[in-house]
DNA sequence: CGGTTAATTGAGACCACTCAACGGCTGTGG
DNA sequence: CCACAGCCGTTGAGTGGTCTCAATTAACCG
């Protein structure tokens, strides 16, 4: 039985019981699928649904007024579309597919009431929530501070490690079906520019890159390029909670 | 009778009950002060605090490998520093007072309670929150897409419109006791470049900026260079609502 | 008044951008 | 099966925004 990516990306944060699991697979067994650069959530009726991501990559976008979109956050299999079940004032951040993807609607009141049931759930809940303000804020220093080169490694490597917490692997290797425009959108760096990074990197032998597959091949390089310390992601953080 | 700030900041957000400002306000009456550039929360004890933010400005921060300080969010009046009690493993931002501030300590359980109580302060509570996202997620695309001139005409618009939800005054005045290297940091740029940009605003009469005091003269303009849009705040949200 | 911190100015270098052209791959219709 | 169209990747050249380094002036404080 292979538990659900949902279920794999909460149980990070917290453990979660056996019931609470079956709960949330329950919950999450329908799966709806989605067009690569469709928008996020397709409505079904007029309610604004909660939705998880169960395959594939997402993004929180925003577009500005002339006409650039950038993305200021990334969604792969585990990630919530929203927790709380707020309306704000309508917002000018969007979601969209990046990939083919397949999610999962929720149905609020029977989501509130396991939440209600499960304590763990909630702290699981609420500690993937408090990481991904952590990513965030990663996100705004990387930009503010950091050149495109560092950037484009710091996402790479971010990028492989939040796929491998559902689907681990031995060699560091994803599917990334970005084309460089995706990739310059996500990083607020031209398209161009995109392309020659990506060759800089491959010529010094930090990655491969071919045909939709991405593998980094000297991680210690790329990290220590990008800086990055994956503390931020809080992986496995009832684990490491003892620290 | 002048409400404290955090009641009209929750206010804001969600209409908020007589009794439970008055429960608010007992629960923050009193203050503590710290000095500018000092560490925020100086500890009572062990426990890590939660606290709100009463008067002036404070920042949280990432501190780079090489060394540079790196701003990710701008606390004013009626911030809170967390409102859930969850605790990650320890991490790389700290928060630090920009400005002399005075903050009020919350004692966990008596707020907990509190929001037991008061349906009405969860959810102001929560929008809050959300708009805190708004605007962390405003700031990525800030830094990743517009010019140091716009994200300085952008900040410095935030700010007056973030304080005048406390402080509310007819003419676009605030104190801004930030010396250029905080801006610098603020903004991701050097120190020298954000002299220049201060003073392109002044030459083109955007800005007055002297002796710690910031006027906004020509709000127009410099919104319209700022492509400034204060959707993204959130302000006023229960009036709003109908929207 | 001296000393420290902050603001200002100049010069040269670098990063990333835009614009433009070209090459490669893929799917499709004749 | 070939020709074409369209999208994507690649490359070059010139421009501009921002950086660093360094020196100078101004403001503040005891």
Avoid at 83 to 99: D, E, K
Avoid at 214 to 238: Q, T
Wanted: glycine share 4%.
């Amino acid at each position: 039985v292979v538990p659900n990516s949902v279920v794999t990306v909460l149980s990070n944060f917290n453990p979660i019981s056996l019931e609470a699991a079956q709960d949330l697979e329950a919950l999450t067994a329908k799966k709806t699928s989605v067009l690569r650069h469709d928008e996020l959530p397709p409505f079904e009726g007029n309610e604004r649904q909660v939705w998880v991501l169960l395959e594939g990559w997402a993004c929180r976008y925003m577009t500005l007024p002339n006409g650039d979109r950038q993305i200021v956050g990334l969604m792969t299999a585990g990630d919530f579309s929203d927790t709380r079940s707020i309306r704000l004032a309508s917002s000018n951040i969007g979601i969209m597919a990046m990939t083919d993807v397949s999610i999962a609607f929720i149905q609020r009141d029977r989501f509130n009431e396991l939440l209600d049931r499960h304590r763990d759930v909630v702290m699981a809940v609420a500690k993937a929530h408090l990481a991904d303000e952590s990513i965030m804020r990663t996100w705004i220093a990387n930009m503010a501070r950091k050149p495109a080169k560092q950037r484009m490694a710091h996402l790479l490597c971010e990028m492989v490690s939040r796929v491998s917490r559902v689907t681990p692997s031995l060699r560091m290797v994803i599917k990334l079906p970005f084309i460089q425009t995706d990739m310059a959108d996500l990083l607020g760096i031209s398209p161009v520019h995109v392309n020659r990074i990506l060759q800089a990197l491959r010529t010094e032998g930090l990655i491969h890159l071919r045909s939709k597959w991405l593998e980094i091949s000297n991680y210690d390089a790329l990290s220590a390029l990008a800086e990055f310390d994956p503390g931020y992601l809080y992986y496995d953080e009832h684990i490491s909670r003892a620290a």
